[in-house]
């Protein structure tokens, strides 16, 4: 038989599905086993709006916030738990024009 083990270090985050998406590309014939290993802290922060200073806020003006992959994390986690995050569900909307017929 051909057995593979794999030995890896996987974000807690991304290993969500990953039993079902090997099971369903090997056609059910996989042991799937997974472990904590370790934390790691990240450098980022995750609320840097709160901690901005008001020459940084001033800077910044109307732009966005640059990326950050501790909010992402965050927010998916959120996000798969049903729970709300703080994000605009319309971009850029128009008005919705309504036709109505002359009598």
């Excluded at 056609?27 to 799937?32: A, E, I, L, P, Q």
């Excluded at 980022?44 to 008001?54: G, I, N």
């Excluded at 990326?67 to 798969?80: G, S």
Aim: net charge negative; aromatic share 8%; hydrophobic share 35%.
């Amino acid at each position: 038989t051909s057995l593979f083990y794999i030995s890896a270090f996987l974000p807690m985050a991304d290993s969500f599905g990953l039993a079902h998406d090997l099971r369903q590309a090997a056609s059910g014939h996989v042991s799937f086993h997974c472990a904590f290993s370790h934390w790691e802290l990240s450098e980022e922060d995750p609320f840097q709006e709160a901690s901005l200073t008001a020459e940084e806020l001033e800077e910044l003006g109307d732009q966005p916030l640059p990326p950050n992959n501790a909010r992402k994390l965050i927010d998916a986690i959120r996000k798969r738990k049903g729970l709300p995050i703080d994000e605009k569900v319309v971009k850029d909307g128009t008005k919705q024009r309504t036709v109505t017929k002359m009598k």
